[in-house]
Every structure is written in structure tokens, then in C-alpha cells.
């Protein structure tokens, strides 16, 4: 065999090409691996074999450090700790790992939204949400068309209503459903954009966008929501019918509780009812009473909580259905109203405290300058609206607890009043109030998102007797009212 | 000279005995008066010659009256040539060539002298024997070695065995074998046996196809001769109008049903009696006539250049206004300079059929990438071939066979023979588990499809999508309207002023559409898709009569449902026919389109040279709104012709995104003026 021959160079050139088969070889052999390692944890969690899956994606991210699997490896860990752990703060390691190293993978779309969807949620005041709209902003900039987009915007949209900018958020929640209506998340998108209309004070656009997503998606919860929210809007701000006394509601049912105080609505429409007599709170669900929240004697304030929890405000502090253990409210003696804020912040008026104070989750206060508040109740921009009796004014605050609207008692009533006993909103923007006292005497007057008189009655006119002395608006356009002297129930629609 | 005067005849020959039947036998007569009044026999010779050098080559198919032609031009030139020292000799061969053509032919003994007479029967028995034939009953067909023929009382056949046949329509055929030899005659007889009744027709038109009990027999065809002349003439019929006679023969007992069929006419089922069919007889009918039917079909196009094709006959440029049609189905065809319009039409008699064409996108299918062989490609390759007929939106191109997509792709650019492609590509793999499809415009917007081959249908959601087409518009009333809870029907949000001018009330709830309870907005919509013009409105009290409009509409973007690179492309084909705020609209529309696909600076070439003259609903507002966003889009560097558009869109305050009832555009334009300061 001459040096020159062919079978001479073959040799030669496998041994130069060699490393670089050996590393295209290992590098098929990782993918290999990590993609059975994947597909392995997987099948665990489809199992329910968290640890397992957890291990085994674990071990992923260890071996095969490089492969296509490990940013997915790293997004289903991250989202494991949220979903099924319930522990955000673990997720975090995984997702800044994923955003760090993995910033062009497909995941990294998933996992910043994740990312920011957390920081959103940990926020506590509106300069807090800085981190997490970045994450949303790069969502958008860097994954165009990731299907994480519209579930981005909608995100943001979300993180600018909070601030109050809601010509931002509209256009975020708007750009949320124009861009890709088959998303999941275009039916919330839709909602919130009405809703945001609905600040702007565009209420025909409000109404036309509801109607719009009810027919969009008629089968979602969004579009159920919708339907109530329009029809009251319709029923309050424009039919605006004289408040009629439908009688005892439900119908016939008298002497069925035992001293009525307190009413609120939650969330998902059914009426709480806190009976003193009993010293707790009620669900009013498909005509059955079923106990809600924590035993509270003498409670002054109820609040309808996220998650369908109940909170009730009492001398001895607050009682969540969850702890064991009242929060002191720092001497309140007098409380006469309470509403959560968009930050988990419990806002509180007491009638012998010139201020509101506000508690926050890790259960420090502050306090917010205010006239003395004789009742208190949420509004859908975040802020509140109080009545200060002293002053003869409802007050229309902001996030802020900064007067936006201020309302004196008896403007655009026949006759003024002088006491408001309860408030009550909606959700929609409408806030109903219980007064007494002056020419108007007793009786029930709606206020719009501006403070315009909607509707009004005075219950002599009405044909109502009794001690009243709380309300609630309900998802037809009702206004429920309770009667402690008699046990009962009113609905005026 | 003599070549000269054959050339005519040589171009005849090429253009076939059909197109010259009359320059022939004008060349016949002419030869025989040339000899019987002025004797010139070379003119003569000359002119016969004419005919068999036309007659001779094709004389295996001639029908038996030219054929008597030809051999009353051989009888003619023996005996001219005979009649000349120096042609003489000739004249054995013109009788041979008589012999051979015709042995049954038998010479013009008026004409013909005694000697060529003589010679021409010797020839004659040199290689033929006579055969005499008698026929019970007559009127049969001869075969004579499977050639049908006359049934004749005497026949030459050559020298050998011969196969004879003698058959008629209700008997029996009879055959029979001869051995001919020199100078023996022959005689053979037919009897044939009665097996059952026959039935002839004629029927106007010839074509017809006939069918017995719903078995079909055949088509009638040719001309009747003169037998049928006492039948047609009372009918106030020619002859010639009926076809020939055709017979039905073995008509089983019993009665039966008689169907004919032909294009262009009205189907006609006649029922035959018991009786016709026994006891055994030969029956004739009355002519039967098959009556027209014809449609009218018109066809039109807003989009120039159209051509008309009806079953695969061109019918001319559009349009095509009240053009007679026999009634039945038809695959119309309309070929456009781009895209295509294609539909299975039914033209009913005497009715007029209308259809406006509207052009499709051409999809050329390219082929599959590589070689890559995998477990489904087959099927796969199968399903994309068959792709087109699961298509009703766009015309389907397949590919062409030993065509490589590349090439395929490079052909379809340069002819832009279609406005949309196909390709399909394998994902590597171990296993090949998943293949791409490639959907694109040649303006180079594309979108990709994984699709599994092994999964049962893989094309279902690539058909479903190349089949969405989004409206542009939607029939409305000028009315905002709500569902709300306790109302009888739709609440009027708000109503334009024409609506309000008719006298429609805003704030109350609509309870009727033209005399019927309407109880939702979806039934409003039903109705509307139906209406005609207007519709009656009612809100308990008297009826408003509104017209019907049509609202423009954005199509949606980023839709699952919808393939981008096909909506393009009908909005390219749809611009190319419409004008005003139509093309407008539809430049709004392309624009939203380019915009999915982030070509913001195309977008803005469509957007900014657009002018919708409406101001409410998706109007100039919204294509100034979208213009803002395409040069916000485009970065920093165009914030000032941003700036400019948002503010144009704010001069319009009830224009809309998506349709009528779609956002304002207002607050969001204020916004992004907000936001650019």
C-alpha cells in the first residue's frame, strides 16, 4: 500500500473528522436522552407522581443541560409549584433560571408571562407592578406571535387599570381580542374592556361590548357575566323604572331569620346575610342558608372576600373563615363599613374616627385622611365611595382614598336626608344608599359611577315598616333590604 | 398540366370525401355528358380518372352509392379506353379493377360491348363463383364471412370456403358453410324460425338512446329512407327528420316500458302493451318526437377578462348574456387573467339560469419535499392529490407528475398560473411523525401546518381553514341592540337618525319583524339574512319599515378558523372587481391582512391611499386608527405621520373596530396620541 493511496487517507481523514463526529454523536445522544427524560416526567405527572416527575425533570436539567427539553423541563417545574404546590415563591427560581438562560427558547414566552403574572399578584401598591408589566412588555416585544401574547396584553391591560390609566388598559385589552379572538382569554378581555368603557364613560360602548361577548361566546362564564352586568347597567342608567316593593323576599318566607343586620353580594352573586341573632354570616344560595365565615358576635361590617370567602369586622377584630384567630383592628370601636381593595388592603370607616384606616394583608396599618365615615362600600375603580354624615357628602374616592366625586346629601332629590345608614354597590359601578333623617326621611336612593341620582324611594311610599338596616344590590337590578325587627327580607326592583 | 388539374383534387383527398361529395359527382356527370353529347372521349377519360383517383384510395369504406360511383368510372373508362388503338389495352385492367372493387357488379351491357362484356364475365370466373340465394321471410341481413350486406338474390364469391349468416330481428339466424370452386354455381336457402315479436321505431331526433325496461339497447341513428315516408308525412315530417329505423327484437311476454333518452330533450316513457309482445308479430309505431328542452343561461363578472367554459366547451368572453342551454348539469367553468370561478350548475327547462362569477385564488399543489420515504406518505401523497375536492373557496392545482416542487414552484411564479401554493414537507425525524404543510401566497406571505400522516384525517383542518372566508359585510338596520332580561324581544341601544326619522324608538324593545315575534337578537340576524330589501319592524305599536343595509365588517385577525395566505388572496382577486368604498373597504381589509403577517410598511401602502366615505361602523375612523398602528409599528423614526393619522381617526367619533358594534375607536386613538408625547 503506496502513502499516496486512497485506503492510506481514509484512515487519516476519519481520525481529523473524529472529534467532531464524537461531539455531534454526544449531542444526539443528550437530545436522545433528554427527550425520554421529558417525556418520562410526563407520564409521571399525567399520574399524578409529582415527586417522580419532579426528579426526573430534575435530573433532565442536569444531564442534558443544553437540549430543547430542558426550557420545558424548567416551565413545567415552575408551574407545577403554582399550580399544585400553591407556592409561587418556589416557583421563582425556575422561571429566572428559564429567563436567564433560556431567553430564545419557545418556553421562555410561557414563562415570563408566569413570571410577571406573579410579580403581578405580589404586588401591593400600583409602583410595585413595575417588574411584572416588563415581563408582559417582553412577551409582546420579543414572541410576536406566541400564543402567550394576548394573554400578556390582557395582563397588562390589568396592570394599568390598577394604576388608573384606563385609556392604557383598553388599549391593551381591546389589542387583546382584535389580535386574536380565539384565544382563551379574549371572553375576559372583552369583559374588562367593557368595563374599562364603562369608566371612560362610554356606556353605550360598555353595553355594546357586552352584548358583543355574549354573543361571541355565549357559553363562557364571561358572557353570564356580562349578561348581569348589562342588564343592571340597562335597568339603573338608562330604563331607570320607580323602585316598586316587590314584598317579603323570597317570596312568602317570614320570620326565617333571626335578627338580620348585615347583606353584601358576592362575587359570584349570591346574597351574605349576617344574622345577629345567630352571631354569623350566611350564603343565600338557590333559596338554602348555609353557614359562612367565622362566628362573630356583634359584627358591624361584613365583607364578601375573594374566593367566596366571608369576612366579618366585630369589636374583637377581623374574623376570616381561615384563621383561627381575630385580627386586631387597632381600637375601632365604631366600624361602619369595610371594602378590600385591588391590593388585598382592607379598608375601614369607623364612625368615631376621622380618618379610614387601612390594614394591610401583613396586618400593619395606616391611616387615610378622611372625613368621619358613617359607611363605606367598594367601587369598581379601585376606590371607594363614602358618606360622611357630618358633612352631609358621599364621597367618590379613588385608589388612592383621594376624593374624585363629591356628592351633598339631597342633590337632585325632591328633599334632602341627613343620615346614610349602609351603602352598598354593585360591581357595575352603581352604589345604592340606605338613608334616613331630614325631609326625605327614610328611604333608598342609586347613585351612577359619577355620582348622578338613578333612582330613589322613600319607604312610606314604598309601604316599608320595620328597622332597616343594611342593603344589597343583586345581579337582576334588585335592591335587597333587611328588616331586623322582623326577620325578614324586602327586594325592590 | 395534368398536374395542375389534379391539384384540387389532391387537396379534396386531404380534407377527406365528405367535404367533396358535390365536386365528385359534379366531375361524374360531367364526364359521362361530355362523352354522350360532344363525344369527347380524352375530356371524359380525363374526368373519370378524376373520380377514382379520389374514390379508389378510400375504397374499403365507402358507402354503397359512391361505390357504384366508383364502379360505373371503371365500366366507363374500360369501354373509352377500348374504344382507342393506343388506350385499348388498358381497358382489361379497368374490368379487373371493377372485379375487384364489386364482383356483384354487373356492366352496363347498353354501354359496354359484346366483347368486353365477354371478357369481363371471364375475368369475372377466373376467380368467382356464383352463389344463388332465396330468403324466407326477406328483408333479413346477408353476412358473407362476417361482412353484413343486402340479403341479394346472387352473389360472386371468391374461390374457398365462405361462412354464410342470415339474420332478421324476431327469428332465428341461420348460417351456412360453402366450398366454392371453379366454374360450379352454387345456390343456398335460408328459412328462418319466428322466436318473437319485434318492435321498430323511429324517432326525431336521431341519437336517441333506447331503453327497454330501463335496460338500454343502443341509440337510433342515420336518416329514414323513404319506407318511412307514410309514417313522417302525416305527421307533417320529413323523411329524413326520423332516424333510421330501429328495431327491438326478443321482446320477452308481458308488457313493458320504453324510455328515450337524448340530449337536449325531454325524456319520453311510453308503455308497450302485452300485445305487442305476443302472440309473435313485427309491429312499427308511430314516430315518436322527443320535445326541446332548453334553459337560458347568463353569466356575468364585475372582474374583466372572464371566459366562459361549459363542460370543458368554451362558451366566449363574459358576459354571456341568454345563452340557449340544453337542460342538465353542467360543470361551469369562468377563466379569469387571475383566479377562477367554478360551479356545478343544473339549467332547468324554460327557465333562465343567472350566475355572477366571482373569481377563486388558485392553490397549485407542489408536491412532497424529498425523497424521505415514511410510514403514511403514500396515503398521505393520496390525500393531498385529492385535496381539491374537499375545496369550495379556492381552485385546486395538483401537481404535476415527475414534477419536483422546486421546479413546480418555479413554473407557477413565472406564470402565475395561481395566486396561492402548497407545499408539503416531512419534519425529520427518527420517525417521521409529523409533516409540515407550507400555505403561501407568490407575494410571500405564508403560514405552516403540522399535520400527523398517520392521523385519520390530516388535511380536515387545512380544508376547513383554505374553506373559512371572512365577510366583509353583514345586513343591518342602523340599530344598536341589547339582550336584556325581562324585555320581550332586542332593545334599541340607539338608532340612526333614519331609523329614528321612520319613527323606531330608542330605549324600547322591538317585538316583531314583518309580523312575527321576534324574541332575540340571533332571530333578528335570521332575519335579516333573509330579507328582501326592508324589513317591518314593530315595538307593540305600528310597524317601522327599515331598509336593509350592509354594515362593513373587519375580518378577524389571528382566527384559528382562518388560512391568512388565502384570505389575501381573495381580497386580491375581490379588489380587482370592485370600486368606491367597496375597493376601499377591501383595501382596509388587505391592509389588517398584511398586518397579521407584520408588514406593517405594506399595510400602509394599502391603508393610506384608501378613502371610505362613511363615518360611522368601520369607516375612514378605523382605517386611520390602523394606518397610526402601521407607522407605530414601524418604530420611532415615523412618529410624526403616526401622530398624524391618530388624529385624523379622532375627526371621526363613531367610527368602530371589527364592525358596528365594535369598540370605538376614538378613546384608543386619543390614547396612542396620549402615549406619544
Given at each position: ?25 454526544a449531542r444526539a445522544q443528550e437530545g436522545d436522552l433528554a427527550e425520554r427524560l421529558y417525556q418520562s416526567g410526563e407520564r409521571a405527572y ?225 346574597l351574605l346575610i349576617y344574622q345577629n341573632g345567630l352571631d354569623r354570616a350566611f350564603r343565600f344560595h338557590q333559596g338554602e342558608l348555609t ?203 | ?677
Amino acid at each position: 500500500m503506496s502513502p499516496a493511496s486512497p485506503w492510506s487517507r481514509t484512515p487519516v481523514a476519519l481520525l481529523c473528522a473524529l472529534p467532531g463526529l464524537v461531539q455531534v454523536s454526544a449531542r444526539a445522544q443528550e437530545g436522545d436522552l433528554a427527550e425520554r427524560l421529558y417525556q418520562s416526567g410526563e407520564r409521571a405527572y399525567a399520574t399524578k407522581a409529582y415527586q417522580e416527575a419532579l426528579d426526573t425533570w430534575s435530573q433532565l436539567l442536569q444531564a442534558a443541560p443544553k437540549s430543547e427539553f430542558a426550557p420545558r423541563a424548567l416551565l413545567a417545574l415552575a408551574r407545577h409549584q403554582v399550580e399544585v404546590e400553591h407556592k409561587p415563591e418556589a416557583a421563582m427560581p425556575y422561571l429566572d433560571r428559564l429567563k436567564g438562560d433560556y431567553l430564545r427558547a419557545p418556553e421562555a414566552a410561557d414563562g415570563l408571562l408566569l413570571r410577571g403574572t406573579l410579580l403581578a399578584r405580589q404586588a401591593r401598591r400600583a409602583a410595585d407592578l413595575k417588574d411584572a408589566m416588563a415581563e408582559f412588555n417582553r412577551v409582546i416585544d420579543l414572541f410576536p406571535e406566541a400564543p402567550a401574547v394576548p394573554e400578556a396584553r390582557f395582563r397588562l391591560g390589568r396592570a394599568w387599570r390598577d394604576q388608573g390609566q384606563w385609556g392604557r388598559a383598553l388599549h391593551q385589552f381591546v389589542e387583546a381580542f382584535v389580535v386574536r379572538p380565539d384565544a382563551a382569554i379574549a371572553p375576559r378581555a372583552m369583559l374588562e374592556a367593557a368595563e374599562t368603557l364603562d369608566l371612560l364613560g362610554d356606556l353605550p360602548g360598555c353595553l355594546r361590548l357586552l352584548q358583543q361577548l355574549r354573543t361571541a361566546a355565549p357559553r363562557s362564564p364571561e358572557a353570564q357575566e356580562a349578561a348581569w352586568r348589562l342588564a343592571v347597567r340597562v335597568k339603573h342608567r338608562l330604563q331607570k323604572p320607580p323602585l316598586a316593593n316587590e314584598g317579603v323576599w323570597p317570596a312568602g318566607r317570614v320570620k326565617w331569620l333571626k335578627t338580620p343586620t348585615l347583606l353584601a353580594t358576592a362575587a359570584d352573586g349570591d346574597l351574605l346575610i349576617y344574622q345577629n341573632g345567630l352571631d354569623r354570616a350566611f350564603r343565600f344560595h338557590q333559596g338554602e342558608l348555609t353557614p359562612a365565615g367565622a362566628g362573630a358576635p356583634g359584627a358591624k361590617a361584613m365583607v364578601a372576600a375573594p374566593a367566596g370567602e366571608v369576612w366579618l369586622l366585630a369589636k374583637t377584630g377581623l374574623l376570616r373563615e381561615q384563621v383561627a384567630a381575630p385580627m386586631p383592628l387597632g381600637g375601632l370601636s365604631a366600624i361602619s363599613g369595610a371594602a378590600l381593595d385591588r391590593w388585598g388592603a382592607l379598608w375601614v370607616a369607623d364612625a368615631k374616627t376621622p380618618a379610614l384606616t387601612v390594614f394591610s394583608p401583613d396586618g400593619t396599618s395606616r391611616p387615610v385622611a378622611s372625613p368621619t365615615a358613617n359607611a363605606l362600600a367598594p367601587l369598581p375603580t379601585g376606590g371607594l365611595v363614602i358618606a360622611a354624615d357630618a358633612d352631609r357628602k358621599l364621597l367618590f374616592l379613588d385608589a388612592d382614598g383621594q376624593p374624585r366625586t363629591v356628592v351633598p346629601y339631597g342633590k337632585d332629590l325632591p328633599a334632602t336626608f341627613r343620615y346614610v345608614v349602609a351603602l352598598a354597590s354593585d360591581g357595575a359601578g352603581q352604589v345604592a344608599a340606605l338613608v334616613e333623617g331630614g325631609d326625605f326621611g327614610e328611604g333608598v336612593v342609586i347613585f351612577g359611577p359619577q355620582g348622578a341620582v338613578l333612582r330613589q324611594a322613600t319607604f312610606k311610599s314604598l309601604g316599608i315598616s320595620g328597622r332597616i338596616t343594611s342593603l344589597a344590590m343583586d345581579h337582576a337590578g334588585g335592591l335587597i333590604l333587611c328588616d331586623r325587627r322582623n326577620d325578614l327580607l324586602y327586594r325592590l326592583n | 398540366m395534368r398536374i395542375r388539374r389534379f391539384l384540387p383534387f389532391l387537396f379534396l383527398l386531404g380534407l377527406g370525401l365528405g367535404a367533396q361529395d358535390a365536386t365528385v359527382k359534379d366531375t361524374f356527370l360531367q364526364a359521362k355528358a361530355l362523352w354522350a353529347t360532344q363525344g369527347d372521349r380524352e375530356g371524359a377519360t380525363a374526368r373519370f380518372e378524376q373520380v377514382v383517383g379520389v374514390l379508389a384510395p378510400r375504397a374499403a369504406t365507402l358507402d354503397p352509392a359512391w361505390s357504384q360511383v366508383l364502379c360505373e368510372s371503371y365500366n366507363w373508362l374500360a369501354v373509352l379506353d377500348d374504344r382507342h388503338a393506343q388506350t385499348k389495352p388498358r381497358a382489361q385492367g379497368r374490368l379487373q379493377a371493377l372485379i375487384d372493387l364489386d364482383p356483384d357488379f354487373e356492366v352496363d351491357r347498353t354501354l359496354t360491348s359484346q366483347r368486353l362484356t365477354t371478357l369481363f364475365d371471364r375475368l369475372k370466373a377466373e376467380k368467382y363463383a356464383p352463389v344463388k340465394f332465396s330468403y324466407s321471410p326477406e328483408g333479413g341481413t346477408l353476412s358473407v364471412d362476417g361482412r353484413p350486406g343486402p340479403p341479394l338474390g346472387r352473389r360472386f364469391l371468391p374461390f374457398g370456403s365462405h361462412k354464410l349468416a342470415y339474420s332478421r330481428p324476431g327469428y332465428a339466424s341461420v348460417e351456412l358453410s360453402l366450398d366454392l370452386a371453379s366454374g360450379e354455381g352454387r345456390t343456398a336457402d335460408f328459412k328462418l324460425t319466428r322466436v318473437s315479436s319485434t318492435v321498430t321505431l323511429y324517432v326525431q331526433p336521431s341519437g336517441a338512446e333506447v331503453l327497454v325496461d330501463g335496460r338500454s339497447l343502443g341509440r337510433t341513428k342515420g336518416q329514414a329512407g323513404a319506407e318511412a315516408a307514410a309514417l313522417a308525412v302525416p305527421l307533417g315530417l320529413r323523411p329524413e327528420d326520423l332516424s333510421e329505423a330501429f328495431v327491438i327484437s326478443e321482446l320477452a311476454a308481458g308488457p313493458h316500458q320504453l324510455e328515450l333518452r337524448a340530449p337536449c330533450h325531454r325524456t319520453k316513457v311510453l308503455e308497450m302493451e302485452a300485445n305487442l309482445a305476443t302472440p309473435w308479430a313485427d309491429h312499427t309505431l308511430e314516430p315518436i318526437r322527443l320535445d326541446d328542452s332548453k334553459g337560458t343561461l347568463s353569466v356575468g363578472s364585475a372582474w374583466p377578462g372572464g371566459e366562459l367554459f361549459l363542460s370543458g366547451q368554451s362558451q366566449g368572453p363574459l358576459p354571456v348574456a341568454q345563452l340557449p342551454v340544453c337542460s342538465g348539469p353542467y360543470d361551469l367553468l369562468v377563466r379569469f387573467p387571475a383566479g377562477g370561478f367554478s360551479k356545478r350548475i343544473t339549467v332547468e327547462e324554460g327557465k333562465a339560469l343567472t350566475v355572477d362569477a366571482r373569481p377563486k385564488p388558485r392553490l397549485a399543489f407542489l408536491g412532497l419535499e424529498g425523497e424521505t420515504d415514511f410510514t403514511g406518505r403514500a396515503r398521505l401523497l393520496s390525500l393531498l392529490e385529492g385535496l381539491g375536492d374537499r375545496l369550495q373557496q379556492v381552485a385546486f392545482l395538483p401537481a404535476r407528475p415527475g414534477e419536483a416542487p422546486r421546479e413546480a414552484l418555479a413554473r407557477v411564479k413565472a406564470s402565475r398560473e395561481a395566486e396561492l401554493i402548497l407545499l408539503a414537507t416531512p419534519v425529520p425525524a427518527k420517525v417521521v411523525h409529523q409533516v409540515e404543510l407550507l400555505v403561501a401566497t407568490l407575494e410571500g406571505e405564508e403560514e405552516r401546518l403540522l399535520v400527523k400522516p398517520l392521523e385519520e384525517d390530516p388535511l380536515g383542518a387545512l380544508a376547513a381553514r383554505l374553506n373559512a372566508v371572512p365577510a366583509l359585510h353583514e345586513p343591518g338596520l342602523g340599530l344598536s341592540l341589547l339582550e336584556v332580561p325581562g324585555e320581550p324581544g332586542p332593545w334599541v341601544l340607539s338608532a340612526s337618525e333614519a331609523a329614528q326619522k321612520a319613527g323606531l324608538q330608542v330605549g324600547k324593545a322591538l317585538t316583531q319583524a314583518d309580523g312575527k315575534p321576534l324574541p332575540s337578537i340571533q332571530a333578528l340576524r335570521r332575519v335579516l339574512e333573509g330579507a328582501r330589501g326592508s324589513v317591518a319592524l314593530s315595538q307593540g305599536g305600528a310597524a317601522v319599515t327599515l331598509p336593509v343595509q350592509t354594515e362593513a365588517l373587519e375580518i378577524p385577525l389571528g382566527a384559528s378558523n382562518l388560512c391568512y395566505p388565502a384570505v389575501l388572496a381573495h381580497l386580491r382577486l375581490l379588489y380587482a372587481g370592485a370600486k368606491g368604498d367597496e375597493a376601499n373597504l377591501i383595501r382596509l381589509n388587505l391592509g389588517l391582512g398584511l398586518m397579521h403577517f407584520r408588514k406593517y410598511d405594506k399595510a400602509i401602502e394599502q391603508l393610506r391611499d384608501a378613502r371610505l366615505s362613511t363615518v360611522s361602523g368601520v369607516s375612514q375612523g378605523t382605517l386611520d386608527y390602523h394606518t397610526g398602528l402601521c407607522f407605530l409599528r414601524l418604530g420611532s423614526a415615523y412618529q410624526a405621520e403616526a401622530t398624524q393619522a391618530f388624529r385624523q381617526a379622532l375627526k371621526y367619533p363613531q367610527a368602530t373596530l371589527l364592525g358596528p358594534d365594535g369598540p370605538l375607536v376614538g378613546p384608543l386613538a386619543r390614547q396612542a396620541l396620549e402615549d406619544l408625547k
